[in-house]
Every structure is written in C-alpha cells, then in structure tokens.
C-alpha cells in the first residue's frame, strides 16, 4: 500500500474531522444539549451559535445572549440566588482542580418570567504555563420538563406511600406489584399482603381478571375486605393505569375503609330517632317501628298512648326545668318497668307511647297500663320539689284498629281525650263511638273559638238562698248553644277550652258578666254578691287579679260583689302559684269559695292556710243524706270544721225539702240547688228582683215553669257602665 500524497493526506484528515463533527452534532441535538467554551483570556463564556439554532427555541429563550457570548460574572447572575453560590463555588473548585468536572443543575428566570431549570456541564480543556485552566468546554441543557417530572413522580410516590387510603398496584390478574404502608395495615401486618401476592385472598372480588372487569371503565364497589382480624367494610375503586410501554396495563386498588363512615352514619342515625331529653325513641323511631309491626303476614299487638295529666300546670308553676327533669324521670320510671321488648317512645310535650310486642293483645295492654299507672304512682323528687303526676291512657289494638299507622294513633288519641272525660289516671281502650267523638271534637273546637272570639255565650243565674229561702246572691253559669250540638253542657265546654287554651278569654266574658249582673242588682236595690267559677287554669294566670279588677271597675262595682269559686283541684298541683294569687285577690276584697267540696283531696287542713270565706259541700254529699248514715255523720263534722275555722257554708244541689231540713240542722248557712230554683236566665232573675219591690222573694219558685228554660235564656246586653254601688 502506498502513502497517500501529504496534502491528499490533510484532506482525507479534515473530511474525517468533519465526519466525527457531524456526528458529535448530530449527537448533541438529539440530547438536546447545546456547547459551550469559556477561556480564560476574555473570560466571557459563550454557547456555540449553530448548536443553539440547531435545538430550536432553546437556550436563547432562556438566557438571550448565550450564543453571543457574555462575561462569566453575567452569567452566574443569571442563576437565581439560591443557586448561585454553588454554581459559584462548582466552578471555583474545578478551576483549581478540585474537582474533575462540573455538573451541576441550577434555576434561571426567563425574559417571559418562568423559572426553568438548567444542566451545565463542562471539563477543563487546557492549562496555561503556570498550570491554571485557561479553556473549559461543556455542555448546557434546559432540563426544566425532566425536573417537573421527576418532581411530580416524588410526589405521587409521596402521596402513594403517606395517603389514609389503602393502596396497591396489581396486575391484571391481581398480583401485588406495590403496597403502601395504610394498605399493610388495614389488611394486617402479619397477614402477607406484599409484592407477589395475590390481592384477592383479601378481597371476594371472584375469578374475574382486571382487564375484563375494567373493559367498561372504573370499578367502584363497597365490599368487604377479609383482613385477618375481622372483616372490614371498603369501598373499593379499580382504576387501570397505563404502564410506560403504553401497551400493557396495571391497576391502581384504592380501598377505603369505611367503619368510620358507617359509625357516624350510625350515630346520626341515632340521633335523628331519638328524643333529646328523655333519650327515648322519638315520634320518627315510633313510627318506623310501628310500620315495620304492620308489615308482618298478620300484625297483631297493643298500643298504648299516654298523656299525663295536669302536666301543663306543673310547667307552669315549677318551670320548665323542673317540667323536663319531670319529663325525664317518667320516661325511666316507665322503661324500667315495662317489659323490655316493649317499644318506649316520647311522642310529644307530655305524651308517651308504648308499643308492645308482636303477639301482644287485649290482657297485655291491660297489665302493662297497670305497670304504667303503678309507676308513676309515686311522687317524684324533682329539685327541691315533691311532685306526683298521674296518667291517661288510651289503647288500640292492630289488626282491629287499623292497619295503618296514622289510623291507629288517631285512635289512640281518641281513646286518651275519652279517659281524660272520665276522669284521668285510667286507661280507656279505642271502640267506634269515640271516633265520632273525635270528629264532634274537631269540629266544636272551631266553633268554640269562633264563639270566644265575639262572645257568643249566655250566662244564667242560680239563686242561693239562706235557711229562710231569702235569696242571699247567686251564681252566674255560662252556657253555650250552637246549631250543630245544640245545647252544649258546660262540663264539656269548659273542658275542651281547657284543652285548647280557650278558657282564659271565655273566664274573661264571664267575669264581665258576673260584675255586669252584680252592677244591675244593685241598681235595683238588691246588692247581692254574684260568684263566678274560676277554672283551674285561669288561675295561673298572671294577670287574674287586674283582670277581675278591671271588669270589677267597668261595672262599678266593689271586688266584695264577686264571689270567685275554685275547685280543689285548682291548689293542688300548683300551690306555690295559687296560694300568693288567693292572697292577692282576697287582699283586693274578693270573696273566695271553695267548690265542689269533698270531691276531691278533702283535706281541710290545709284549707287553714288558705283565705277561702266560704266551702261549698258537694252535691254528691247532699245526695248522700237521706240513704246514708255515715255521710250524715261525715257532713256534719265538716261543718262544724268550717265554722271553727270561720268559713260559711254552702250546700249545692238542694234537691228535697228533706235535704234542706237535715242541712239546716246541720247549720249550713246559704242553700243552692233546684229545690229553690234551677239557674235561669239572668234577665229572669233581675225581673224577679224588680217585681219585689224592695222585699226579697221567698225561693222556691214555683212559678217558674222548668221545662221551658232553655227557650228563655237571654243573652246579657252591655249595660250602662256606672250603675249605681250598693253596700
Ligand atoms: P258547678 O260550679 O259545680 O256548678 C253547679 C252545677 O250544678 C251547675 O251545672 C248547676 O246547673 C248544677 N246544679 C245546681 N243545682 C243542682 C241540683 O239541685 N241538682 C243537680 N242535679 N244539679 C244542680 P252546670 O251549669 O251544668 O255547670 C257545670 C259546671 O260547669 C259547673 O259546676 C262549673 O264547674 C262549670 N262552669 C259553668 N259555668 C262556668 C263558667 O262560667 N266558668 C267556669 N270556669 N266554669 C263554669
Ligand atoms: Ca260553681
Ligand atoms: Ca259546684
């Protein structure tokens, strides 16, 4: 072989040269790296032009007069200040030989801006003759996109590894590729779940491999994870991630405990079917117990409904705390004895509902309203109080009352407002009659307080006489007629007002009346006190006393012409309230009797410390007299009471000439009843009065023919106010 020629030789060198060049170029683009040359002498540092065009928008974007060259000092003030020192200090340590070469990363700022990131490398190329690098050459890359990669695959294997959810990666046949730390723990640490596994010894998920199962999109599904421990409720979701091939898939298992989820839901639960106070079932709880009863082939069980009685007056004389702390001790009271598969629910204010069992009939209502009413038989300390209440309960029956809930508490309703017309403290079970009661209630409601709004009653007056027969005052009744009832008996009216909060407005009509007719006697020479009848509520009322004033007042009349009757059952419960109200009203010059005498607690002890002027002994004790005995004995020790205590007496519902002549023994001081004259229009009274002239009438009245009465009755017409006072 022969030597080629030398300047053969030089070219075949420079086209090789060329060659490697290209290819160093070609290299270089393809990194995406551009070159660039520092040298000593200029000190400037500059990246080769045709590179940098080569990469296309490139490191000019980023740091605009690279390709120009730029003082070394300019260009570190390009790296942001964190960076700077120790690109600095990289380069300082190279120079000096310190280090090989430089390879470091560091953020700029671009004109636009945005913070991007760059690679510099570079190797010393030569020394001068004193030994210093006087030439570096290197490479510079804007590494930005392989940054936030990396940035972005930190995090997720961050998020992967500390989130709550429990992880795995699997394939498409459920072999564990990756745990994290949540996953190993809510499967347990010891039950193997690791790379290699199979996830499915866990999760019942069946047969099925994850590339049919997700064929359709993501799975999501509660299921229940078999942890070794116990099984655990989780929601599962299954979403494929694409692998880096692009072609083949993994899947992402995300568990997510929910025990917590179903604890709370739980307790919210709870909550919302349960009565705050009393922590008993509520109306809702009652309801859904009682729907689900109702759904068996043939639902048969008893139902109770319980009202207690004066409730409202424990409220209102003792406060509501001492009301809800009631409230509360009846509901244990009534859970502790009643059979525990018995439902206890609060339906309302005052209101309880027992639903017993299924199978349960007639017998056991009947023993478990015994249990209610023994129960709450004894008082109750509430604060420094000593309350009793008592029950009413009304009872159905499902099937025979109904099948449905709403029917069935409406009967039972019903059956509860009938105990509590024959006298509380019983239980009343549901039949048809009541459910037109309940109809006749509904619809006498609204036309009593229609009536109580414009006053649309009547008052009549019963005369009460002394022993002579001279009349000596009377009492003013009130009566009520209505198209649709007819002649509605007071002791049903005035219980229904009671009820529906009526009875304070009528008590306001008929104090009126009473002055009104006490101011019209007089005026015709006749002062003759008249008695009005106080129901039970209207003595807690705050403002009794002004209001009695003020018809008192419109009337012109002395407070010594009302005479206020009040049954016992208005002290009894309330006697911190009523006991400073008596007070008051006899202060203000009220006459106060005592109705219905003996009916109630009869205890005339504490009549002592009460201000009544007068007892009225109870028809039923007058009615006693000519069959028995005892009763005799008994009303006469009463009344010899009642004159060492110094209160008149008063005997209603004189019937026979026999009963007077015993009561008159007895030396019963004033006499009512329809022996002396059934209650007759008020106008019929005052026109007796007149006819008089100036004499009193001797009662009986035979006159009067009886049985027309009611045709008679009259309405009071308002009056002039200032008739005349009498005393
Ligand atoms: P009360 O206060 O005990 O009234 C006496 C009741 O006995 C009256 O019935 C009267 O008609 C009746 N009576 C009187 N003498 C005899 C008799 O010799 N034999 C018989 N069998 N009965 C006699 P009435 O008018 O039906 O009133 C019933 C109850 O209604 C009253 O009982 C009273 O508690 C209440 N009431 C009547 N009017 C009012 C009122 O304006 N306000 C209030 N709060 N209650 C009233
Ligand atoms: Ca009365
Ligand atoms: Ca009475």
């Given amino acids: 072989m022969t030597a080629p020629a030398p300047g053969q030789q030089t070219a075949q060198t420079l086209a090789a040269a060329r060659h490697t060049e290209r290819r160093v170029q070609l290299a270089l683009w393809a990194s995406g790296e551009s070159v660039w040359e520092w040298d000593a002498t200029s000190n400037r540092i500059a990246v080769d032009r045709a590179e940098a065009e080569a990469a296309g928008p490139g490191i000019e974007d980023v740091l605009p007069g690279a390709t120009a060259g730029m003082p070394l000092e300019q260009f570190f003030s390009h790296a942001d200040a964190e960076d700077a020192p120790s690109l600095r200090l990289a380069w300082a340590l190279h120079l000096r030989g310190a280090h090989a070469d430089i390879d470091l990363a560091f953020r700029v700022t671009d004109p636009g801006g945005c913070r991007r990131w760059l690679r510099v490398r570079g190797r010393a190329m030569g020394r001068n003759s004193q030994g210093c690098t006087d030439h570096v050459l290197g490479t510079l890359k804007d590494v930005t996109a392989q940054h936030e990669a990396e940035d972005s695959l930190r995090l997720m294997a961050h998020a992967f590894a500390s989130t709550r959810d429990a992880l795995a990666v699997v394939d498409a046949q459920w072999s564990v590729l990756e745990v994290n730390e949540s996953l190993v723990r809510l499967v347990g640490e010891d039950s193997g779940v690791m790379p290699g596994a199979d996830l499915r010894t866990w999760l019942p998920v069946g047969d099925i491999s994850l590339d049919q199962a997700l064929a359709e999109g993501n799975w999501c599904e509660e299921i229940k994870l078999l942890a070794p421990a116990g099984a655990v409720p989780v929601e599962m979701s299954v979403t494929a991630v694409a692998a880096s091939d692009g072609r083949r898939h993994c899947f992402l298992v995300a568990l997510h405990d929910l025990r917590e989820r179903r604890q709370n839901e739980q307790r919210l639960q709870r909550m919302a079917m349960q009565d705050k106070l009393t922590e008993l079932p509520n109306r809702l709880a009652a309801q859904l117990h009682i729907d689900q009863l109702l759904v068996h082939a043939a639902p048969e069980f008893g139902l109770l409904f319980i009202d207690l009685d004066g409730f409202k007056e424990v409220n209102d004389s003792f406060g509501h705390d001492s009301g809800d702390a009631l409230l509360r001790a009846v509901g244990q009271r009534l859970r502790a004895a009643l059979p525990p598969d018995a439902l206890l629910a609060r339906w309302g204010s005052d209101e309880y509902l027992v639903v017993l069992a299924q199978g349960s009939g007639d017998t056991e209502v009947r023993s478990a309203a015994q249990v209610v009413l023994a129960a709450l038989a004894g008082r109750f300390d509430v604060g420094d109080q000593e309350l009793s209440i008592t029950p009413t309960i009304g009872a159905v029956l499902a099937p025979q009352d109904g099948l449905d809930f709403s029917l069935l508490l409406r009967k039972a309703d019903a059956a509860n407002y009938a105990g509590k017309q024959a006298g509380r403290n019983c239980l009343v079970f549901f039949d048809n009659s009541l459910d037109n009661d309940a109809q006749r209630r509904v619809r006498m409601t609204s036309l009593l307080r229609i009536d109580t709004d414009r006053n649309g009653f009547r008052f009549v007056a019963q005369p009460k006489v002394d022993s002579l027969g001279r009349p000596v005052g009377a009492e003013l009744l009130m009566r009520w007629n209505t198209e649709a009832f007819g002649n509605v008996s007071p002791i049903e009216f005035i219980r229904l007002a009671e009820k529906v909060g009526l009875i304070q407005l009528m008590g306001r009509h008929a104090a009126h009346a009473a002055a009104q007719l006490a101011a019209a006697s007089a005026a015709l020479g006749y002062p003759l006190p008249v008695a009005v009848n106080l129901s039970p509520k209207q003595m807690l009322q705050p403002g009794l006393d002004s209001l009695l004033l003020q018809a008192c ?175």
Wanted: overall charge negative; glycine content about 6%; proline content about 9%.
């Fill in 553 to 727: 007042r419109r009337n012109g009349i002395a407070p010594g012409m009302l005479e206020l009757e009040l049954t016992e059952s208005a002290l009894v419960h309330n006697m911190d309230v009523v006991k400073p109200m008596l007070h008051r009203l006899r202060d203000h010059g009220f006459s106060l009797a005592l109705d219905d005498f003996g009916t109630g607690y009869s205890s005339l002890s504490y009549l002592r410390h009460l201000p009544f002027d007068k007892i009225k002994i109870d028809r039923s004790f007058v009615m006693d007299i000519e069959r028995d005995p005892a009763a005799v004995r008994l009303l006469d020790s009463i009344v010899r009471l009642c004159q060492v205590l110094g209160m008149h007496t008063v005997a209603e519902g004189v019937e026979t000439p026999q009963q007077l002549a015993a009561l008159t023994a007895m030396g019963v001081n004033e006499f009512q009843g329809y022996h002396f004259s059934r209650p007759i229009p008020v106008d019929d009274w005052l026109a007796l009065l007149r006819d008089a002239g100036g004499v009193l009438p001797l009662l009986p009245l035979p006159l009067l023919p009886l049985a027309a009465l009611p045709a008679q009755q009259l309405k009071l017409q308002p009056m002039a106010p200032a008739a005349p006072v009498l005393s």
